[in-house]
């Protein structure tokens, strides 16, 4: 029973050697063996590897991924005009060579980060020192992205090189700070409302400038259209006057007729007219009476 227990407890040993003694590493990292505190060896590409157990060998893990750090402070920075400006930015950073990381910057991601958002930080206040507002917001916002990059890499690759990268270097807001944000507000809807009011009383001219027009133009057309009007009525009364003429001309005692029944439907225009007549003097009556009204002549 006790050689089993050796036995048996032989094979655990043994097993918690062996596995002290591999490791795997991930595509999406660096492995880094370590011997009584120094680098001993750094893997690079995945998979199984063998080292000695612990004390005399350890192994630690670095992420070759590409990272970002975005900023964390709202400090804000003054411009080229005195201005106070809050930034927000972010880099796109990686860890290229682990041994000179580990001696010059740590062993994890974060002791990177942290030092290099203080460089970052510097770089940014340093150039935007040097630049005015309106030139933040223009097109020489990637000539100052590009000057901030540079800066940091000569950081990190100086005399102590950090063993990192940096791809890329970005800002994604530029603001007042808070105290001068209400003011700059309240101006720029000032100004606006100058803007509006303007255009409004320019508009309103405008409109009164085409009615006064259109109420010119409609003056005109109808005072031509009223003399047209009066001119073919005119023309259309002597028509009928000579016709009228014409035909009376020809025939006075039809004439007379004519005129007499123009004369009742004149006098009798609604139905409530009432009029007394004696039909012994009356022209029409007397016309009425006689068998065939008027002759006709031809």
Same mark, same amino acid.
């Given at each position: ?88 930015? +972010?880099? /796109? ?13 740590? =062993?994890?991601? $974060? !002791? %990177? ?71 700059? +507000?309240? /101006? ?13 009383? =320019?508009?309103? $001219? !405008? %409109? ?91």
């Amino acid at each position: 029973m006790n050689r089993l227990g050796f036995i048996f407890s032989s094979i655990l040993f043994f097993l918690a050697i062996a596995s002290s003694t591999l490791f795997v590493v991930d595509q999406r990292q660096f492995g880094v063996v370590f011997a009584f505190g120094q680098i001993k060896d750094v893997i690079t590409e995945p998979g199984l590897n063998f080292k000695l157990p612990p004390p005399f060998q350890n192994v630690s893990y670095i992420d070759k991924r590409l990272l970002t750090l975005d900023s964390t402070d709202n400090e804000p920075v003054l411009t080229a005009e005195k201005q106070r400006v809050v930034i927000d930015w +972010y880099v /796109r950073w990686r860890i290229s060579e682990p041994t000179e990381y580990i001696r010059n910057v740590g =062993t994890s991601e $974060a !002791e %990177g980060a942290n030092q290099l958002n203080r460089v970052v930080r510097n770089a940014f206040q340093e150039e935007i020192n040097k630049r005015t507002v309106k030139e933040l917001l223009s097109a020489k916002r990637e000539q100052l992205m590009d000057d901030v990059k540079n800066e940091v890499l000569s950081q990190v690759r100086g005399v102590k090189p950090w063993g990192v990268d940096v791809i890329d270097v970005r800002i994604t807001r530029v603001d007042y700070v808070d105290a001068i944000t209400e003011s700059v +507000y309240r /101006r720029m809807e000032a100004e606006r409302k100058r803007v509006a009011n303007e255009l409004r009383s =320019t508009g309103a $001219a !405008e %409109g009164e400038k085409i009615r006064a027009d259109a109420d010119r133009q409609r003056e005109i057309t109808v005072a031509n259209a009223y003399r047209d009007a009066q001119k073919i009525k005119g023309e259309g009364d002597a028509e009928a006057s000579r016709l009228y003429a014409e035909s009376f001309g020809r025939d006075p005692q039809f004439a007379q007729f004519y005129r007499s029944l123009d004369a009742y439907k004149a006098a009798f225009n609604k139905k409530s007219d009432v009029m007394v007549l004696d039909p012994s003097s009356s022209e029409f009556f007397k016309s009425m009476r006689g068998g065939a009204l008027l002759p006709v002549k031809k």
